[in-house]
């Protein structure tokens, strides 16, 4: 076989030549972990560049949606598997150790709003994609994941009241009981009623046409990330750290947070509590 390069195709080589994954009572739970990966991070991601950095980030999105620490280090465990069973047969050459899971570990990555809209430039006026800007916006000033924001529907929205019901509306909600309901900033309403105006069903959903393939669209951002100088600790996932950032530099208290972004524990929260320099200096004048 010729040398690996992409995660799908370690993960895929993994699977039909490891012994245990073969046939042991493993199997299904490897899978399980493996796709965590595949889903944040896309099957075409490099494995040269699954760096010890890159899984920090990621531990800290898996954080954000609910997991626990024993989870995220299976799922660090299973990353490390694959790569690992690759590079002892000569596919993968040096392959890092990746650390498990601590409370503490990690730097929260965030877009600055000029960041933003530079992203937004590019994929309109370089790639010629209106379709990744606006989604670019939306994910960005409303703080939802990737997955929430690709089930979105028409009924979700309320424009009489100004808000966007998560996890569906407050008489019927989703089994994770996760509902909550985010205010539309005035930067994303005129897109957020053209798209409703468009829905001919109030089912549709609002991104659901453009962006069928999660993979699409991650490719997407990071081609346009990548024009706008950011590496690749800056992904699609950053744009809901930097709705948290924005809101707790503006003040918001945390608790509000918690509940805007549907966090489930308040401690995930606090990581998007850094102070930056701005902030510092507001807390200081506030003496």
């Given at each position: 076989m010729t040398e690996i390069r992409t995660w799908e195709q370690a993960m895929r080589y993994t699977f039909t030549t490891r012994h245990t994954w073969r046939h042991g009572n493993g199997k299904q739970a490897?899978?399980?972990?493996?796709?965590?990966?595949?889903?944040?991070?896309?099957?075409?991601?490099?494995?040269?560049?699954?760096?010890?950095?890159?899984?920090?980030?990621?531990?800290?999105?898996?954080?954000?949606?609910?997991?626990?620490?024993?989870?995220?280090?299976?799922?660090?465990?299973a990353v490390?598997?694959?790569?690992?069973?690759?590079?002892?047969?000569?596919?993968?050459?040096?392959?890092?150790?990746?650390?498990?899971?601590?409370?503490?570990?990690?730097?929260?990555?965030?877009?600055?709003?000029?960041?933003?809209?530079?992203?937004?430039?590019?994929?309109?006026?370089?790639?010629?994609r209106q379709d990744l800007s606006e989604i670019i916006g939306f994910a960005a000033y409303t703080g939802m994941r990737q997955g929430e924001i690709l089930k979105i529907r028409k009924k979700d929205i309320d424009l009489v009241a100004n808000k966007i019901h998560v996890g569906g509306v407050p008489t019927q909600v989703t089994?994770?009981?996760?509902?909550?309901?985010?205010?539309?900033?005035?930067?994303?309403?005129?897109?957020?009623?053209?798209?409703?105006?468009?829905?001919?069903?109030?089912?549709?959903?609002?991104?659901?046409?453009e962006w069928r393939d999660k993979d699409q669209l991650l490719r997407a951002f990071k081609k346009a990330n990548r024009l706008i100088g950011k590496d690749e600790a800056y992904v699609f996932h950053?744009?809901?750290?930097?709705?948290?950032?924005?809101?707790?530099?503006?003040?918001?208290?945390?608790?509000?947070?918690?509940?805007?972004?549907?966090?489930?524990?308040v401690e995930t929260t606090l990581r998007y509590a850094h102070a930056s320099d701005t902030a510092l200096t507001d807390a200081m004048l506030a003496i």
């Open positions: 490897a899978q399980i972990n493996c796709n965590h990966f595949t889903r944040l991070r896309g099957s075409s991601f490099p494995v040269k560049k699954i760096t010890q950095p890159i899984i920090a980030q990621i531990s800290i999105e898996l954080e954000d949606e609910g997991k626990s620490d024993a989870t995220i280090n299976r799922i660090v465990s490390s598997t694959v790569l690992r069973h690759c590079e002892f047969d000569g596919l993968i050459e040096n392959v890092p150790k990746y650390r498990r899971r601590q409370e503490t570990e990690g730097r929260v990555t965030w877009f600055t709003k000029p960041e933003v809209k530079q992203l937004q430039n590019v994929s309109t006026n370089v790639f010629q089994k994770a009981k996760n509902w909550r309901a985010i205010p539309i900033h005035e930067s994303i309403l005129e897109l957020v009623t053209d798209r409703c105006s468009q829905a001919s069903r109030s089912d549709i959903r609002i991104f659901g046409d950053t744009l809901r750290h930097s709705y948290a950032t924005w809101l707790a530099e503006a003040g918001v208290p945390i608790r509000s947070i918690q509940s805007l972004c549907g966090h489930k524990r």
